[in-house]
């Protein structure tokens, strides 16, 4: 990929915080705790998990800039979010975090030197963390897994907005 398709990549997730942050915030609290059933998260759950996705996703966007390998720990997306209660938080202060900490990965994507971004790496662990798995023989990239970032959270928003706009 050029560098002017990347950069139009990062501007693009750019573009999709910006248009979803207002959207976020019409959701109403009450509308934001509604779950479809016992055992799937709530669409405040579901923001909550794209904040530690960003968070998880922070790291490893820096560290593999410095590293030969894309090798990092797996967490347990079903414990976080229920350790960090996201049903009892403030839907307005998630939202307006989220927003903020995906705009901050902007900055760091658009941070990223092409050679960082495209060098290929056989060890990796993105048959396990990635949103689309890798297989373990195959070599991939940074780039790869920062845009699979992009796709999981993009997925996710259109589950939230979907989820909000049955129960208006």
Same mark, same amino acid.
């Given at each position: 990929m050029s560098t002017t398709d990347y950069a139009q990549f990062v501007n693009d997730f750019r573009q999709t915080i910006v248009d979803a942050t207002p959207r976020l915030r019409d959701i109403s609290p009450e509308q934001s705790r509604r779950k479809k059933s016992a055992d799937e998260w709530a669409p405040i759950e579901i923001l909550g998990h794209l904040v530690d996705s960003a968070a998880n996703n922070h *790291?490893?966007?820096?560290?593999?800039?410095?590293?030969?390998?894309?090798?990092f720990p797996e967490y347990d997306q079903d414990q976080w979010v229920n350790? *960090? &209660?996201y049903l009892e938080t403030s839907w307005?202060?998630?939202v307006d975090f989220w927003s903020l900490y995906n705009l901050h990965l902007a900055h760091?994507? &658009?941070a990223i030197s092409p050679d960082?971004?495209?060098?290929?790496r056989s060890k990796h662990t993105l048959d396990q963390i990635a949103f689309k798995l890798v297989d373990k023989d195959e070599p991939t990239t940074l780039?790869?897994?920062i845009r699979d970032y992009v796709d999981h959270l993009?997925?996710?928003?259109?589950?939230?907005f979907s989820e909000t706009k049955s129960t208006e």
């Open positions: *790291q490893r966007f820096v560290r593999a800039q410095f590293n030969d390998n894309l090798v350790g *960090q &209660r307005p202060e998630l760091v994507l &658009r960082a971004l495209t060098k290929t780039e790869y897994l993009r997925f996710h928003l259109d589950q939230i």
